[in-house]
Antibody, heavy 127, light 107 residues
C-alpha cells in the first residue's frame, strides 16, 4: 500500500521557521520525482516545489523562492520542506506528492502529474 | 507563468446529468493537462492525464478532451460520489499551475 505521511506542521509566528517531513512507503522513493503542493483554507491548489530523484534539479514557485527549500533523503525514504521567513499567506495545508507518469522509447505519458498524495499537514502562520 | 482558467466556478447538477467543465490555458500546453477530483478534507485524486487518458481505476464515466489551450472534463452520468471539486493542472512547464477549481453541487 502506498503511503505518504506528512509531519512537522503547526502554528508558527510570522518570520518563524518550520520543517515539514514526508515519510514514504509502498513505492520506490529513490526512483520517484517528488513535489510539495499547498492549499490555503477554502482556496485552490498551488504547486510549491519539485525535486528530482538525485536532487540535481529543483524548481520552486516564485512565492516561496529564497524562503523554502525542498530536499530529500533517499536512504530514509523521506522528503522535506524547510520553510523560513514564514508569512501569513503561507498558511495552508501542505501536501507531499509523487510525480506520476512514465516514458517509453517513443514518448512520455503523464510526466508532471501528481499521482500519489499524502493526507496533508496544516501550517498556520499567525501571531 | 501559464494561467489556467476554469468555468464554471460552481455547477449545480442532479444525479444522472451529463456535466462538462472547461479549462483554458493562457498559452498552448499541447496535451499536457491533468484533471483532479477533491472531496472536502481529502487530498486530490488524479482522474485524467495527457488531456484524455484515464488514470487506472477511474470510472469510465469520466472523460477528457482538448489540446492547445482549451480542454474539457466530462462526467457522462453524474453519480452521488462525484459531488466534489475539480481542478485542471498544466505540466507543460514550470511553475506547474492549477485552475481555480469547479465545485459540483447537488441541485
Amino acid at each position: 500500500e502506498v503511503q505518504l505521511v506528512e509531519s512537522g506542521g503547526g502554528l508558527v509566528k510570522p518570520g518563524g521557521s518550520l520543517r515539514l517531513s514526508c515519510a514514504v512507503s509502498g513505492f520506490t522513493f529513490s526512483s520517484s520525482n517528488m513535489n510539495w503542493v499547498r492549499q490555503a483554507p477554502g482556496k485552490g491548489l498551488e504547486w510549491v516545489s519539485f525535486i528530482n530523484t538525485r536532487s540535481s534539479s529543483i524548481y520552486s514557485a516564485d512565492s516561496v523562492k529564497g524562503r523554502f527549500t525542498i530536499s530529500r533523503d533517499n536512504a530514509k525514504n523521506s522528503l522535506y520542506l524547510q520553510m523560513n521567513s514564514l508569512r501569513a499567506d503561507d498558511t495552508a495545508v501542505y501536501y507531499c506528492t509523487r510525480e506520476g507518469g512514465y516514458c517509453d522509447s517513443t514518448r512520455c505519458y503523464g510526466v508532471g502529474t501528481f499521482d500519489y498524495w499524502g493526507q496533508g499537514i496544516l501550517v498556520t502562520v499567525s501571531s | 507563468d501559464i494561467q489556467m482558467t476554469q468555468s464554471p466556478s460552481t455547477l449545480s447538477a442532479s444525479v444522472g446529468d451529463r456535466v462538462t467543465i472547461t479549462c483554458r490555458a493562457s498559452q498552448s500546453i499541447s496535451s499536457w493537462l491533468a484533471w483532479y477530483q477533491q472531496k472536502p478534507g481529502k487530498a486530490p485524486k488524479l482522474l485524467i492525464y495527457d488531456a484524455s487518458s484515464l488514470e487506472s481505476g477511474v470510472p469510465s464515466r469520466f472523460s477528457g478532451s482538448g489540446s492547445g489551450t482549451e480542454f474539457t472534463l466530462t462526467i457522462s452520468s453524474l453519480q452521488p460520489d462525484d459531488f466534489a471539486s475539480y481542478y485542471c493542472q498544466q505540466y507543460n512547464n514550470y511553475p506547474r499551475t492549477f485552475g481555480q477549481g469547479t465545485k459540483v453541487e447537488i441541485k
